[in-house]
């Protein structure tokens, strides 16, 4: 049975139609038209489709639309612009991190959230704050050093 | 070896005419601004309306636009290696024109050539040498065109940032976009009549001494990585069209089953759910993507009852070394007489090693899009051969190639003849069936699953050591499932899923390959032999290519084997290695690699170490197709755990002339952590009944927990030499530079791949 939600998603409020059960994902790239959280697995196994809920990062490929609420969510869309550029964007820049660039949402979404909570990261710190996440271009030497980057720009 | 084959016909409708399917995907990438010739002589060399789209004309490789900007035709495409920088810089300096004003434009069919495809690490070695000579003929064809309207020799005039001007007198002067902007070359170039990889049409003009290169050699960036970031740019699972449907394919739970009865009525209350069912082909369609996902998982299913066609996991190398070879090949020159230096041997050194399945498993499963309107069919697809798969749909679509319009849109990932080809094919069936436009991506289980396999191998390998401690014979042979069950490209329906399951007839192919270095043995051979496909029919172990096909397996054995011979010469792994090798530019690498790294000279295996963890040192080398790269590994051994970390990886890399070295250096750094994660992770799973590791848990790779604390890449550059290869050459010797530091570290030899945790403990006990 097809349910109407509100979703506040980059500071916009939007109405679907869904499944309860449906994933966030297919309402933020099928209904709202937000192609950057990707499909990768739907097992919340890789981290392409993370975005963050009230500031935590969240795989949408398993959060059911009907749970969100009124959360807010902020897709990677919404952490920053090219003019302004969230610091993580604009050390993925600078360190050239991705090849094929499908799991950047995994990556940037999940370290923005640690690096807002966590001032001057040891590597270590960081590395654990990354497990799990998938990249399958073996891009992760430049992905902790865009982050390390990104640290020392954030403070 | 691999059957690419030439596609039947190319496109002969102008680019003008195919203008209109352009700007859905890219823009237009010439301006149409039809400035009239303002001479005879110019109106020879150029034209308002574009040539035909073939490999013997300038304009199907380089324009230059009203504005004076260039655009860059290219038949190949970019993986995320920067490729596109790479062409863009070779263009800009043949043409003297700032490497901002070039655009490149690549893999669309409407567009470009059939240059192959990403394939074979070949983009700048074969397809960066045909832009090379396209734009130096674009700049000979220019100047001529300015000698004849500023009335001077052309060996009087010179060029900067696209301006054409006298030597002696810089305002007299004629810019690219006054000459030619906005209308076509109309010049014809020398062919060799090729398509694919080996396509080369060169001009008269000679490319320019590579002493002079100001734009080639630099560290300019990509500019496609801030669209990424900020989420600007569009993958092929993201394009969509207007009256698009969703389509999940549906697979059988034993492979080689096929569906019997198919329960519409299950689905009925999905809204918009359609089956698609013919033969064994079976997908489900409906208006909104979780509908048509819950309609894959809801569907009833009767399959047939299919006798389970695989052994179990544990005999596969019993399996491989038992069935009889249906082709073997002595590949290169034999040197000597190899079994009689066997016969007279003080004694023989023997090995044997084991490689399995392995998956592409991009990050994403592999998704297209295919509209068919008006007897036009438009595909969008991450595959890495848009042409090909123009001729795929086009036969299994029953059109003719020139209706069929193939957009190169990057994927999600892609690492040679993954699942790309397939889903567009599923996509074309589908989307013929319900006569709308349908995208299909695959789900995890799919991508891992189900795509094209890394062929699984053994190879043994001997040598004959004389009284004196010399190696006086070499013999190597490889036995495996072929390279290409299903070819590295869906140009022929039967090698997809699609043509498989709709019953074509089958023609799998035969192919493996030999250790590429350059070990001067008295008495040499190499060889390797393939068997059949377990199952010869969509199959989820078909093998096709995955990144430097039989590279790792092959380099694996040969460089661990030397090792071995070393280590029982009781000789230091370098030293035993310099004594063999013959290239200059092999040595070269090795002892590279040997500087950076710090390597003393010592044999292996360490004897200063007790305790659970230890350490240890490997060095393996390799070529490819020109390249050549050495490389050392640093591991330290849990003995208890069986945990390996690889703490520093060493590389030293010649591949010639080098473009651009940043992108070089992050595409080796990429090969390198996906390199460890093949060698201590990768295996397909499988039953007797289909492949069982379908998702990242099952099919585990490198965490970034576990990658080296360094990687140093030593770049080697020699601009004098044509560039060869980097996307492949350094995948293959880094599991083999484990191995050899595990024995180092240990004194164990591991033969078999992946070396997990369980895998070392059990050889180490």
């Known amino acids: 049975m097809k349910q109407s939600y509100s979703l506040n998603v980059n500071g916009t409020v939007h109405k679907i139609e869904a499944d309860e059960d449906m994933p966030l994902l297919y309402a933020l790239r099928d209904d709202l038209g937000l192609n950057n959280p990707h499909f990768g697995c739907g097992l919340a196994q890789c981290g392409a489709c993370t975005v ?10 398993i959060t059911p639309v009907s749970s969100v609420g009124d959360s807010k969510v902020v897709t990677l869309a919404g952490l920053g612009t090219p003019d302004k550029p969230h610091p993580l964007q604009a050390a993925y820049v600078e360190e050239q991190v991705p090849q094929c660039g499908y799991c950047i949402n995994g990556w940037i979404m999940t370290a923005a959230a640690f690096l807002r909570d966590n001032k001057k990261p040891t590597d270590a710190q960081i590395k654990s704050a990354l497990e799990g996440l998938k990249c399958r271009c073996g891009t992760h030497m430049s992905i902790l050093r865009a982050v390390k980057r990104a640290a020392t720009m954030m403070g | 070896m691999t059957r690419i084959e030439k596609p039947d016909a190319f496109s002969r409708r102008s680019l003008l005419k195919a203008g209109g399917a352009l700007i859905v995907s890219i823009g237009a990438p010439v301006t149409f601004d039809i400035a009239q010739a303002d001479d005879a002589a110019n109106a020879a060399m150029s034209v308002a309306v574009k040539p035909a789209l073939t490999p013997d004309q300038l304009s199907s490789y380089i324009a230059v636009n009203a504005d004076g900007t260039i655009a860059a035709y290219f038949g190949k495409m970019d993986m995320g290696q920067g490729l596109f ?3 863009g810089q070779i263009v800009a300096e043949e043409l003297d024109v700032p490497f901002d004003s070039v655009k490149v434009f690549m893999g669309d069919t409407a567009t470009s050539v059939n240059q192959g495809g990403a394939s074979g690490s070949t983009g700048i070695q074969e397809g960066g040498r045909q832009m090379r000579v396209a734009a130096a003929e674009a700049r000979r064809v220019l100047v001529q065109m300015a000698s004849d309207k500023l009335g001077m020799p052309a060996d009087q005039l010179a060029v900067a940032n696209g301006i054409v001007h006298a030597t002696g007198d810089a305002a007299k002067k004629v810019s690219y976009a006054d000459l030619i902007g906005g209308r076509y070359f109309n010049i014809h170039l020398d062919w060799n009549g090729k398509y694919g990889n080996p396509l080369y049409a060169p001009g008269k003009a000679q490319p320019k001494d590579p002493k002079t290169h100001t734009v080639v050699g630099q560290p300019i960036k990509r500019q496609d990585i801030a669209p990424r970031v900020f989420a600007q740019q569009d993958f092929c699972t993201d394009v969509k069209v207007p009256g698009m449907v969703h389509g999940r394919m ?12 198919v329960d519409e009525a299950s689905i009925k209350d999905i809204p918009g759910a359609q089956v698609v069912w013919k033969e064994g082909f079976l997908g489900v369609v409906a208006d909104k993507e979780w509908d048509a996902i819950k309609a894959s998982q809801q569907l009833k299913v009767e399959w047939s009852d ?6 179990n996991q544990a005999a596969l190398y019993d399996h491989i070394r038992s069935t009889p070879s249906r082709k073997r090949e002595v590949e290169g020159k034999e040197a000597g007489n ?11 050194i023997k090995a044997e090693y084991e490689w399995p399945f392995q998956s592409h498993a991009s990050m994403g499963p592999a998704c297209s899009l295919v509209e068919i309107k008006d007897g036009h069919v438009t595909c969008w697809s991450g595959t890495q051969k848009s042409h090909f798969v123009r001729a795929g749909l086009a036969a299994i679509l029953q059109m003719p190639q020139d209706s069929v319009h193939v957009i190169w849109t990057p994927g999600p990932g892609s690492y040679g003849r993954n699942d790309a080809d397939d889903a567009a094919m599923d996509a074309a069936v589908l989307a013929k069936a319900v006569g709308k436009p349908v995208r299909v991506q695959y789900m995890r289980n799919q991508g891992t699953g189900w795509d094209p396999k890394g062929p699984a191998s053994i190879h043994q390998v001997r040598a004959a050591i004389d009284a004196q401690g010399n190696v006086v014979a070499y013999d190597f042979l490889s036995k495996a499932f072929s390279r290409v069950d299903v070819d590295t490209n869906g140009s022929k329906p039967y090698d997809t899923l699609a043509g498989q399951t709709l019953g074509v007839d089958l023609k799998s192919g035969d192919g493996f390959g030999i250790p590429s270095e350059s070990y001067s043995f008295a008495n040499k051979r190499t060889a390797w032999e393939v068997i059949p496909p377990l199952l010869d029919r969509a199959s989820p172990l ?7 096909p039989v590279g790792p397996q092959i380099h694996f054995a040969s460089e661990s084997f030397m090792d071995e011979v070393a280590a029982s010469l009781d000789m230091d792994a370098i030293e035993f290695r310099l004594r063999y090798v013959k290239d200059p530019r092999d040595i070269a690498v090795i002892k590279a690699a040997a500087e950076k790294a710090g390597w003393q000279m010592r044999p292996s295996p360490r004897k200063d170490q007790t305790g659970d963890k230890v350490s240890g040192r490997g060095i393996a080398y390799a070529q490819r197709s020109g390249t050549r790269v050495a490389m050392i590994a640093e591991v330290d051994v849990d003995r208890r755990s069986g945990k390996i970390w690889v703490r520093r990886f060493t590389v030293a890399h010649d591949c010639g002339q080098i473009i651009n070295p940043d992108g070089l250096r992050l595409t080796v750094e990429g090969n390198i952590v996906q390199g460890i994660s093949r060698t201590l992770w990768e295996e397909v799973k499988f039953d007797n009944k289909n492949v069982t590791s379908v998702d990242w848990i ?3 790779i490198l965490d970034i927990t576990e990658t080296p604390s360094q990687i140093d890449v030593v770049l080697i550059n020699h601009p004098e030499i044509a560039p060869s290869g980097a996307g492949e050459p350094s995948s293959r010797p880094i599991a083999a530079a484990i191995a050899n530091a595990v024995f180092d570290a240990t004194g164990v030899r591991i033969r078999r791949v992946p070396f997990s945790p369980d895998n070392v403990k059990s050889a180490l006990s």
Do not use: E
Request: net charge positive; glycine share 4%; charged share 25%.
């Open chain 2, 306 to 311: 299919a006798k389970p066609p695989f052994p």
């Open chain 2, 698 to 700: 099952t099919y585990p």
């Open chain 2, 542 to 548: 078909r093998t096709s290519h995955l990144r430097d």
């Open chain 2, 250 to 261: 549906i697979r059988p739970k034993v492979a080689g089953a096929v569906p019997l009865k």
């Open chain 1, 52 to 61: 963050h809920v009230d500031g935590q990062p969240v795989r949408s490929c």
């Open chain 2, 338 to 348: 190899v079994d009689d230096a066997f016969k007279t041997a003080a004694r023989v």
């Open chain 2, 85 to 87: 920088v790479a062409v």
